[in-house]
């Protein structure tokens, strides 16, 4: 069955320590996206990648690092510089062509991350 | 800019009850609007979607039709039930000026259904 992987569901993270999601589609999707949640703030789009080798800054893109090296895959690192990383991380991707198509996102089952 | 409000949470129905979740939106341009659901532990998926003014999307027995007058599209169902125990989240693409259709969502509203 097609669809969106992410891990490890949950992911513990140390003072100073850079930590990287993982997320993996086979949905054969151009665009890859990745998104924060936290409770009662909804949803905020960390990175954005339409496709392979390329990807820009979303709303909140500060402390964290992405690679778009294939088009399956794209890894999301929350580096030491991002003081508050405790939340729940959503990968998400959709077909990057036709109105109707972009806006349909396809989601992951999300890692907890948090802090020791 | 382009954002979302929609009623806070969190809603406690009895099985059977009306369901009625408030979401309006601000946007430049000409939006496309959805209602996206978060069962427990899960990832969001899509519930329903509508693409201009006056449509309507309806799925599994929700409804909310596109109101540009009111800039509303609110989630009704005529009777829910436990299953529908959820987060729904409303949101926004506003694809003027854009190569890419970004979703804007709201904060979601947590569903709460006893038997």
């Known amino acids: 069955d097609g669809g969106i992987t992410q891990s490890p569901k949950y992911l513990f993270r140390k003072e100073g320590q850079n930590v990287t999601l993982s997320c993996e589609q086979n949905l054969n999707h151009d665009a890859m996206y990745w998104y924060r949640q936290d409770p009662g703030q909804g949803l905020r789009l960390i990175y954005y990648?339409?496709?392979?080798?390329?990807?820009q800054k979303g709303d909140i893109a500060e402390g964290y690092s992405v690679s778009r090296e294939k088009k399956e895959s794209f890894p999301l690192t929350v580096t030491s510089a991002q003081k508050n990383p405790t939340a729940f991380y959503l990968c998400?991707?959709?077909?990057?062509?036709?109105?109707?198509?972009?806006?349909?996102?396809?989601f992951g089952s999300g890692t907890q991350l948090s802090v020791l | 800019g382009d954002s979302v409000t929609q009623m806070e949470g969190p809603v406690t129905l009895s099985e059977e009850a009306f369901l009625t979740i408030n979401c309006t939106y601000t946007a430049t341009g000409y939006p496309s609007l959805f209602w996206y659901v978060q069962y427990p532990g899960e990832g969001l998926q899509l519930l329903l979607k509508a693409t201009k003014a006056d449509d309507k999307g309806s799925n599994k027995g929700f409804e909310a039709t596109y109101r540009k007058e009111t800039t509303s599209f609110h989630l009704e169902k005529g009777s829910v039930q436990v299953s529908d125990s959820a987060v729904y989240f409303c949101a926004l693409s506003d694809l003027a000026g854009s190569t890419l259709g970004r979703l804007y969502f709201g904060r979601g509203t947590q569903l709460t259904v006893w038997p």
């Open positions: 998400a991707s959709s077909i990057n062509r036709g109105r109707g198509n972009r806006e349909k996102l396809f």
């Open positions: 990648s339409q496709i392979v080798n390329d990807f």
